[in-house]
């Protein structure tokens, strides 16, 4: 079955650092949506990318797909508290399976 | 746009014991998904609906749980009996898209019922 890799599992940054989140599939993408979730709350929508080599940006944060379509990075420039959070990652296969990324734990210290 | 909703927020019963989860989705989606999210994970699919239809029930512990979407809108999860490793948080998300393998909509989730089983 498909799985979706994670990487770091946590990450403890200064404020006004940059950060990355990696995600990782084993097989081909066909849709890779990134969320962030506070604790105790559901999934908030951040991004979506179908494309090899697409890349999306809100605010300080964005996202790429590589062109293979197996990896996607979440990048944040110049943190702050209020991005402190889990992000997840989560892909669907050709097959209609849709699945999330362990998660990534942000802590942002002032 | 109203959210998703989700009701009880929080739940606490003993082993053995039933429990059931309500969630309605926002006006118009016709996929219905509910995912489980034990503390430290990522959410588990357990079921998917499309409109009043089963598409994904693969996870689905079959013996304990049951779901089901009358008139392809709302929808009920029941735990019965429930055992000690049932304790999670359950998401009730909900997406335009109006078949498997279409990519186009994002996924909207409620905040979820925290279940604590004793």
């Known amino acids: 079955s498909q799985e979706l890799e994670q990487s770091p599992q946590s990450l403890i940054v200064q404020e006004g650092k940059n950060l990355t989140i990696n995600c990782t599939s084993s097989k081909t993408l066909y849709g890779l949506y990134w969320y962030k979730q506070k604790y105790g709350e559901g999934l908030i929508f951040l991004m979506m990318?179908?494309?090899?080599?697409e890349e999306k940006s809100h605010e300080k944060i964005t996202a790429k797909l590589d062109e293979k379509k197996q990896q996607s990075s979440l990048h944040i420039t110049a943190s702050q508290p209020s991005h402190a959070g889990i992000y997840l990652c989560?892909?669907?296969?050709?097959?209609?399976?849709?699945?999330f990324g362990q998660g990534t734990i942000l802590t942002v210290h002032p | 746009e109203a959210g998703v909703a989700q009701s009880p927020r929080y739940k606490i019963i003993e082993k053995r014991q039933s429990v059931a989860f309500w969630c309605n989705p926002i006006s118009g989606h016709a996929t219905l998904y509910w995912y489980q999210q034990i503390l430290g994970q990522g959410p588990k699919l357990l079921i998917q609906?499309?409109?009043?239809?089963?598409?994904?029930d693969s996870q689905l512990p079959k013996d304990r749980f049951s779901a089901e979407r009358l008139k392809g809108v709302d929808s009920t999860l029941k735990i019965q009996p429930a055992k000690l490793e049932d304790s999670a948080v359950y998401l009730c998300a909900s997406s335009r898209d109006k078949a498997q393998g279409l990519y186009n909509s994002p996924l909207h989730f409620g905040n979820g019922t925290r279940l604590t089983v004793t």
């Open positions: 609906f499309q409109n009043n239809g089963v598409v994904d």
């Open positions: 990318l179908q494309k090899g080599g």
């Open positions: 989560s892909g669907g296969t050709s097959y209609g399976k849709l699945t």
